[in-house]
């Protein structure tokens, strides 16, 4: 399933800064990701890699620096020279074109794996409820559970409740799909069935960007490697590059440890 028609999802992220407290967490980063590109970013506990990712798309506000998705300021309308921040619900306008999959789930447990597949996209108008059910089996086929339509989100195994909240994410049928994590929370034999799901999305035209620490995923999958530590980019380009000749000791030093 052909999940964008035409290449949308242009991530570009300028002089990006974010602080809590006095510490920052994010600093200065810049980066460019190719519409239907796949991007993995990796390093240490507490290098800024989840912040990085609720940044696009404004889950956490920056202090300094500016993202934009297909030239679309995100959070913030341009006036003048002036960034302004855009009204809570034109956020949320916003943020239908960037599917968000969490660590733990977020599925709805008092709705069934249907019922939380067909809610996003009525609720928003895209598609009347005959439709929305007809796409949920579509993409029920994508993640390998049209047999589970029926079942109650909570009665699923992780790995399972997991390639839910992916289809939930693709039924806005978003630009850009960002995984925070999404196998961290598994247990290791659920582990190759999310990414399996991943993988068959990095070839369906939309733009992902994963925070994992599965290395062989990034190896096989990712067109980019971004490594952070402390809030910086130290070392970014292509897998190849990052994970076999790294040039950064603090790269080296961490693949040493995950490999």
Not at 213 to 222: K, M, Q
Not at 250 to 257: D, E, G, I, P
């Amino acid at each position: 399933m052909h999940l964008s028609n035409n290449p949308t999802g242009h991530i570009s992220i300028t002089g990006v800064s974010k602080y809590f407290g006095r510490h920052k967490a994010l600093d200065n980063i810049s980066l460019e990701l190719e519409p239907g590109s796949v991007t993995v970013i990796l390093g240490p506990s507490g290098s800024g890699k989840s912040t990085l990712l609720r940044a696009i798309n404004h889950l956490e506000r920056v202090d300094e620096g500016f993202i934009q998705i297909d030239g679309d300021y995100i959070g913030y309308r341009l006036a003048g020279d002036k960034l302004y921040e855009l009204k809570e619900k034109e956020i949320l306008r916003q943020r239908v074109n960037v599917g968000y999959v969490f660590q733990n789930f977020n599925l709805f447990p008092h709705l069934t794996v249907l019922e939380n597949l067909i809610e996003a996209p009525i609720a928003h108008k895209q598609l009347n409820r005959k439709q929305a059910i007809e796409q949920a089996y579509q993409l029920l086929d994508v993640v390998g559970l049209r047999n589970k339509a029926d079942a109650w989100s909570r009665h699923l195994s992780g790995g399972q409740q997991q390639r839910i909240a992916i289809a939930r994410a693709l039924a806005l049928r978003p630009r850009v799909m960002l995984f925070d994590e999404p196998t961290s929370a598994l247990d290791p034999e659920l582990v190759g069935e999310v990414l399996d799901v991943i993988k068959k999305l990095a070839r369906s035209g939309t733009t992902l960007v994963v925070v994992t620490h599965e290395i062989g995923f990034a190896r096989e999958v990712a067109d980019n490697v971004v490594f952070m530590v402390d809030g910086k980019i130290v070392e970014q380009g292509s897998s190849d590059e990052v994970l076999n000749h790294p040039q950064h000791s603090r790269t080296r030093q961490f693949l040493s440890k995950v490999l």
